[in-house]
T-cell receptor, first 117, second 115 residues
Framework: GAVVSQHPSRVICKSGTSVKIECRSL??????MFWYRQFPKKSLMLMAT?????????EQGVEKDKFLINHASLTLSTLTVTSAHPEDSSFYICSASEGASGQETQYFGPGTRLLVL | AQSVAQPEDQVNVAEGNPLTVKCTYSVSGNPYLFWYVQYPNRGLQFLLTYITGDNLVKGSYGFEAEFNKSQTSFHLKKPSALVSDSALYFC?????????????FGTGTRLTVIP
């Protein structure tokens, strides 16, 4: 089946630094990738949708200048948390799908746990 | 607007007993429904999906879900629970009418199977 990887799986950083999280589709071409954030005791919240070669579409309330998303190739999308603060600590999950028709299954990465001190 | 409701935060069931994790949804068009499972400190794993066809969908690890259009429900079921089924379960929906590719998730239900 389709495999999506994320790197790193866990990262601890100091407040004010930037952190990059990679999301890769290992055995398929991901036309569309999604970034989710999981809050404790809450559901997954979609942060943004990215299509290869174009700018990401951010959900309302998500700061695009803080959460930089790049989808440079059909197998890689990156999320950069700029000037991280403790409130950015969370579990970030990416997903990828092969098309953009709305009928493709999304395959999820294992997630990245970010802790900002 | 799309939405998903999982009315139970926690479900406890004895090993070997049948389990049900409830999910209701709201979409403007036809729904594309999913169940995902999340084990501790890990990402989501796909269990099953419904888009059309038989209302009873069979998925991974012996799970199945029943689509009920009149009740707008998509409850997850398993005839005999295993301790290893203990995890967090998410129901999700995509609205085919809008053409949007993103999923709307419920808040999750934590399933605990008691030995």
């Amino acid at each position: 089946g389709a495999v999506v990887s994320q790197h790193p799986s866990r990262v601890i950083c100091k407040s004010g630094t930037s952190v990059k999280i990679e999301c890769r589709s290992l055995d398929f071409q991901a036309t569309t990738m999604f970034w989710y954030r999981q809050f404790p005791k809450k559901s997954l919240m979609l942060m943004a949708t990215s299509n290869e070669g174009s700018k990401a579409t951010y959900e309302q309330g998500v700061e695009k200048d803080k959460f930089l998303i790049n989808h440079a190739s059909l197998t890689l999308s990156t999320l950069t948390v700029t000037s991280a603060h403790p409130e950015d600590s969370s579990f970030y999950i990416c997903s990828a799908s092969e098309g953009a028709s709305g009928q493709e299954t999304q395959y999820f990465g294992p997630g990245t746990r970010l802790l900002v001190l | 607007a799309q939405s998903v409701a999982q009315p139970e935060d926690q479900v406890n069931v004895a090993e070997g007993n049948p389990l049900t994790v409830k999910c209701t949804y709201s979409v403007s068009g036809n729904p594309y429904l999913f169940w995902y499972v999340q084990y501790p400190n890990r990402g989501l794993q796909f269990l099953l999906t419904y888009i059309t066809g038989d209302n009873l969908v069979k998925g991974s690890y012996g799970f199945e879900a029943e689509f009920n259009k009149s009740q707008t429900s998509f409850h997850l079921k398993k005839p005999s629970a295993l301790v290893s089924d203990s995890a967090l379960y998410f129901c999700a929906v995509r609205d085919l009418q809008t053409g949007a590719n993103n999923l709307f998730f419920g808040t999750g239900t934590r399933l605990t199977v008691i030995p």
